[in-house]
């Protein structure tokens, strides 16, 4: 089974209470749809893609050259929360608030 339209739904719930958890004035992080895989900006910049694929996700960030490259520390991950958690650990060296 894929990831379905569904589960893309919940996946972007759990990243908008991260976002909405971390945002403060001056700085702006959120989660968009952007064809079928979500994409997290701060401060108008996307930083993370994440692309479903059969029943994983694949992990990608946003290189200097504008390009998508596999998320070094997570490429690949069935569990979104485990891709959460990933981020805490601020490995691009964006230090969410909270």
Not at 26 to 32: H, K, N, T, V, W
Not at 42 to 49: A, F, H, I, K, P
Request: charged letters at 25%.
């Amino acid at each position: 089974m894929s990831v379905s339209l569904l589960a893309l739904q919940r996946a972007r719930k759990q990243l908008d209470v991260f976002c909405a958890q971390r945002n403060r004035p001056g700085s702006e992080l959120f989660c968009r749809v952007e064809d079928s895989s979500l994409v997290l900006q701060y401060n108008g910049q996307s930083l993370v893609r994440l692309e479903p694929d059969g029943t994983q996700w694949r992990i990608f960030w946003r290189r200097e050259d504008r390009s998508w490259a596999p998320w070094p520390h997570l490429p690949v991950c069935d569990d979104i929360q485990r891709v959460i958690d990933e981020l805490e650990q601020a490995p691009l060296h964006v230090h969410w608030s909270r």
